[in-house]
């Protein structure tokens, strides 16, 4: 019973810094009494977490003019250049390591392939030479390492923090990789599914963040969503949602590598859509732009901006088929905005022309008059996930504390 109560003040006065922290770090800047007026708490609670804030460094004070007159007030804003945190991006065929600061400017990236191991010691071992190379090359920051985050393509179990799955080669057991971070660092770790946290990213930092609910879709080598209802992530009690990259679209398809036929990553991956231009062109094909040599995403969308007739036909031929399974998900979760990442945006004209066309006929009509269709204007797509993730532990709290019992 005791220790339950000693439980909740700590819950309370965590929840109580972090809706400061939050504020501060959204409206900033702002004063006390204005975080008192927003956040409900008394002013003497105020001043007690912003001066604990102050003293870890995490918010600075500002002088602002105050636009009714001339009396000066003192502003709050977050710090973000002082602290840093360690950004972990495990691929299908790379390995990312990166540092934001706070604002999540990027200070330094390093990209690596995957190497050729045959099991997990194997990359473990790999992946944590480097990452102490890493670290050793990039000790000389004058800001302060606060965190890691960790985004992996495979699925990822949010209750314990184990990854259960990589598309690369069977996981004999869930690999503790957060644990092995932490020993070896003693910095707190966030992990999540690569794409879903990419939605959580849009929506701190990228065209989301006016919606409670939104569906953001990543084309790159693989195909899927993260899905943002009332400002949270959906991870559900299973752990793993939006794999609508695996809905089939072509039952007579390719085989896929989850071990079904015709998924839509199959025809709408960057790969797929390289390797039916590839086919195309040996078929007989002609276009002006793109050649068996050259006919790489990048150039496809290029030459369908041109008007290009092979180019054109095989991007309006993806939209219709993302534009199908984006149908059945705008009318599963109705969400306020739809966010496309990946590559293909730049043939957006056509693309969205396709996909629009085919939402229009597919969805309830209702449900998709007011749903946008956006591109993705996040930069540093594959760690900027990993970057939401702390960001995340920042403003709910838990990071927060850590930092401020150390
Ligand atoms: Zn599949």
């Known amino acids: 019973m005791r220790i339950n109560q000693i439980v909740n ?4 006065k965590q929840m109580n810094s972090a809706v400061v922290y939050k504020l501060i770090d959204q409206q900033a800047p702002i004063s006390r009494i204005r975080i008192s007026e927003l ?9 007690k977490i912003t001066r604990a804030l102050l003293a870890r460094g995490l918010i600075k004070e500002v002088d602002q003019q105050e636009s009714t007159g001339g009396r000066r007030a003192t502003s709050i804003v977050a710090e973000q250049k002082a602290f840093r945190t360690l950004l972990i991006h495990l691929g299908r065929e790379e390995i990312v390591f990166a540092m934001m600061d706070l604002s999540a400017k990027l200070l330094t990236y390093q990209h690596f392939n995957l190497p050729d191991v045959q099991n997990l010691p194997q990359l473990e071992d ?16 004058s800001s302060e390492l606060i965190a890691i985050g960790i985004t992996v393509t495979g699925f ?4 314990n923090n184990l990854i259960e799955n990589l598309p690369y080669f069977e996981l004999a057991e869930p690999w503790d990789l957060v644990q092995r971070l932490e020993q070896r660092f003693n910095l707190p770790s966030y992990i999540g599914q690569d794409v879903r946290s990419l939605a959580l990213a849009e929506h701190y930092f990228g065209v989301t963040k006016d919606c409670y609910d939104s569906l953001l879709l990543r084309i790159h080598r693989g195909v899927g969503a993260g899905i943002v209802i009332n400002h949270e992530v959906f991870q559900g009690y299973r752990n793993n949602v939006g794999e609508i990259g695996h809905i089939q679209v072509d039952p007579l398809g390719k085989r896929c590598l989850c071990g079904n036929v015709g998924c839509l990553e199959t025809v709408v991956s960057n790969d797929a859509i390289e390797n039916k231009m590839q086919q195309m ?13 050259s006919h790489d995403i990048e150039a496809i969308c290029k030459a369908s901006n041109k008007h290009d007739a092979v180019a054109t036909e095989l991007i309006e031929h993806v939209g219709v088929q993302i534009g199908r399974v984006l149908a059945m998900s705008v009318n ?4 306020e905005k739809i966010v496309i990442s990946g590559e293909i945006t730049q043939a957006k004209n056509t693309l969205f022309a396709a996909i629009h066309k ?17 591109v993705s204007e996040l930069h540093h797509e594959d760690v900027i996930g990993a970057f939401a993730l ?10 927060l504390q850590h930092l401020l019992i150390e």
Request: net charge negative; proline share 5%.
């Open 332 to 335: 599963m979760f109705n969400p």
């Open 39 to 47: 956040s409900q708490l008394a002013p003497a609670s105020v001043t």
């Open 358 to 374: 085919t939402l229009e006929s597919h969805a309830l009509p209702s449900f998709v008059k007011n749903t946008p269709l956006v």
């Open 390 to 399: 702390v960001k995340r532990a920042l403003l709910d709290g838990s990071l």
């Open 156 to 159: 990822v179990n949010g209750k």
């Open 281 to 293: 062109l040996e078929d007989g094909y002609q276009s002006k732009w793109l050649s068996l040599e």
């Open 126 to 141: 790999f992946l944590l030479a480097q990452l102490d190379k890493f670290m050793v090359d990039n000790a000389n920051k």
């Open 9 to 12: 003040v700590d819950l309370v």
